[in-house]
């Protein structure tokens, strides 16, 4: 953004995927145009104001349909990120933590260590309130089935 921003400028506000499009909007000035039914937030006074971002960002993977719960999803806060894999909670497995500060390769898991189990549980719930703000989509959502890869000979 020539004569807004300078060269070379970065910043450490968490963003989620679902937050570019509307702050791209905001920052060509078109965020009034938006469709009503968007989960994403305009970032645009932190990238711009040094508003304060959100407290966390996330990352969903397995979404099979608008009405299930996806396979894994990750909440990040500046120093840690918490993995949550639904379908192995009841064995007593299933979360991941991770000090982002002390151990940015993500090699020691803290979430059964009982000195983090506020950390893991403000970033469940915070993942919990970010699933239930997904906006369904206007459109019918057919339920996808696992791709399966078959090896040809």
Do not use: C
């Not at 968007?38 to 304060?52: A, F, Q, Y």
């Not at 497995?93 to 000090?99: A, E, K, S, T």
């Not at 979430?111 to 915070?126: E, L």
């Amino acid at each position: 953004m020539p004569g807004v921003l300078k060269p070379g400028t970065t910043n450490g506000v968490l963003v989620n995927h679902v937050d570019l499009f509307p702050t791209l909007a905001g920052l060509v000035g078109t965020e009034k145009d938006l469709p009503a039914n968007l989960t994403g937030k305009n970032l645009t006074g932190s990238l711009l104001r040094g508003e304060p971002g959100p407290e966390y960002t996330f990352s969903v993977y397995g979404i099979r349909s608008a009405d299930e719960a996806p396979e894994r999803v990750m909440a990040r806060s500046q120093r840690w990120k918490l993995i949550r894999y639904d379908r192995y909670l009841n064995e007593g497995r299933g979360l991941v933590l991770y000090d982002m500060e002390k151990d940015p390769d993500e090699v020691v898991n803290l979430a059964r260590d009982p000195q983090y189990k506020d950390i893991v549980a403000a970033h469940s719930a915070a993942m919990d309130r970010f699933l239930a703000s997904l906006k369904k989509p206007d459109y019918p959502v057919v339920r996808m089935e696992k791709e399966r890869k078959r090896r040809v000979k």
